[in-house]
């Protein structure tokens, strides 16, 4: 074994393919299998997309790096599931490009934060923590209610995402500014329901009807989030204690 | 700096910047969004100030021959100023965050100033900034030494450096702005990440072509650490990263993985990078740094060997135990545990071969401040290694994941291992590299040393505790059945925590500062009166090279 090793050292090339023979079992084995294994992901049929506002929203919650203190993955453990409700599922973050799963909680997990508060509190929230939850130690976000929200881009928002792999139809892309600007107003839109189903929330979500502004997307992420399918409240299986 | 590249290699050079310019400013003229413009605009001035420096030397007389029989050193000693510059600024943002948990008004309302945007900034000055900068300068110092051989090329090693901190810039402006992608670790978007592609595949053409001129038959040991840190970091960097961007002129991208492939491919990725990044090339460093300080051979080369091979093999395997009790399927999360475990074999292997190295340098250790350094590394990578299999294992996981405990977890190693054993390269570098005969002030290497070690312990204790801590109270129950605490209740909880470990922090920080002033100090110095440059110079002079 020393004696192969002993050629080995002298060759730096063959040193090199060594090395990256070595490191990338590992990977192989434990991640392509991840992408043709069907049990890796639930199906969930009544699984929704992300409306534009949601997805501008989403991106808002990526730009204030919201995941180095919320995790958005409750595990399997009987008092996480107590504290926030049914266990996540694989299928849940199917559409999350990145995942927000995150690995640390300084504050408590948000995947199921949707419909959890109103409107008025997560805004209020947002623009003082202490306002609501005196001993947060989170910073607030007053300028999110404050700053209009671009929308102008969402079509190529969605088209990226569809190339890697969310299925939003051309028409989607196509209508994705006006579908914004409609699910922030009280009335919403036919188009709007009809292309991301009658359960999407469309209403003013900042309590400011005059402008759509980040706060508005920022809100109806949170509001959908854990709402997507209802796939893990019909999961019957019991938590690991 | 520019008098030492041949006239041709300077002209190369500013071709290379009028082309970095001219990307520059499309990126800035024909942006999507503001923010791709600003980094336009940064890359433009970037070329074109290290431009003017070029042409500032452009009709320099050719330099001599005689070079080929020296080693090829500027490049070291810019990226070992560049080290302490970024270790002095990554340390004392991280201090800032850490004060922001204890006191979250600090954030004075402003919305680049919010946590969320200013950690990234912490950890990519310390781990790519501070880190990075020190693996190139001794990386470069080491392979030339134990090649016995000039690096391969005037031009590349500076392209590497000056490029590599040209990523580091472009990401640490870009998170307070809101450009990031939220992987942890690995938060440049799209346009940064091809930037690192390229510099580090030059990175990696460089290192293979210098072993390929050695002098010497065998590749010494502290080199297949570097060789290893450089590959696997670009697989990591590359697989971690594929994504596609909204367009061509825009800041954002969207990752190609969702969900729990991209979870696993990103633990994958920021496990690894732990282990190639900050573990492998640290390595390097001291099994080349350590035996020379304490001026024995290192322990056992069949242990450095078996060490070397079990961690590039099983390291791999063990990033998916940051994901136990999650939407990952069950049999990846305990394969992660199984080689989790397994892997505390060759880290062990590794801390122990540099300590029995010292057995019969004991008193050396005692009276050598920076060869203490190097010691308390290793008794801190054998601690952190030690303590990360024992975090694997399912069970205990399921307490600290989440907590505190992963963030002193980490610490532990970044401040008591890669920190101690860089500072205790750099303070061995810098006198030979300057040809002076000691640092500036023994008396400051002590100072850092008791200021960092102790700065480690109050932030790693304060960090077991709250996490250890948070984690019972989230799974405490009443006798009635029902949870004891609230969430809100476990963060009050932390509080003293939060304000030991910002101290901890300041001590760290303090000590930084110290060696900094020092080493400048002893760059600025006289150089020693007998200057034995001996045999620090290439075995061979090569030719018309």
Redesign the interface.
Known sequence: MFGLHYRLEKHGLALVLGIIFVAAIGGLVEIAPLFTIDETVEDAPDMRLYTPLEVAGRNIYIREGCYACHSQMIRTLRDEVERYGPYSLAVESKYDHPMQWGSKRTGPDLARIGGKYSDEWQVAHLINPRAVVSQSIMPSYRFLASTALRTDDLGLHLKALSRVGVPYTQEMVTNATADAIAQASADGGEGLTTRYGTATQARVFDGNPGQVTEMDALVAYLQILGRLTNAAHANSQPPEE | MVAQLTSVERQFALLVLGLLSLCGLVMAAAA??DLFALHGGLVLVFAVGLGFLVLSGLDAPEPSSSRFSEYYDDPSRVAIVLTMGWAVFGLAVGDWVAW???Y?DL?F?A?WA????I??IHTTAVIFGFGGNALIATSYHVVQRTCRTRLAGQFSPWFVLLGYNLFCLLSVTG?PL???????YAEPEWYVDLWLCVVWITYLVLY?RT??R?RE???YVAN?YY??FI??VA?LHI?NNI?????WN?S???????????????W?YGHNAVAFFLTAGFLGMMYYYLPVRAQRPIFSY?MS?ISF?GI?????????H????????HW?QT??MT?SLILLVPSWGSAANALLTLNGAWHRVRDDATLRFMMVAAIFYGLTTFEGSFMAIRAVN?LS???DW??GHVHAGALGWVALISFGALYSLVPSLWGRERMHSAWAVEAHFWLALAGTLIYVFAMWNSGVIQGLM??T?DPGG??AYS??DT??AMHPYYIARAIGGALFLAGAAIGAWNVWMTIRGPAAASQAAGDDRPLTVLAGE
């Not at chain 2, 919010?114 to 945007?117: A, E, W």
């Not at chain 2, 809101?178 to 942890?184: A, N, W």
């Not at chain 2, 954002?252 to 990103?266: E, I, K, L, N």
């Not at chain 2, 590039?312 to 998916?320: D, L």
């Open positions: 999507n969004d922001m948990l204890a979250p954030t309302d919305a919010s946590f969320g945007r950690r990234p998170y809101g450009i990031t992608q939220s992987k942890e293979i072993l390929a050695r038959p065998h590749i297949w060789l290893a590959i696997v697989m697989v994504a596609v961007p909204v367009a825009h954002r991208a969207y990752s190609a993985f969702g969900g729990v492939q991209d979870a696993m491919t990103q994958w069949r060997i091979w590039t093999f099983m390291y791999m395997w063990a990033g998916s940051h994901l136990h009790y999650t939407a990952l399927p990846v394969l992660g080689f399921s994941h989440y907590t992963t963030v989230w799974r129950y029902t949870l969430f809100i963060v009050v």
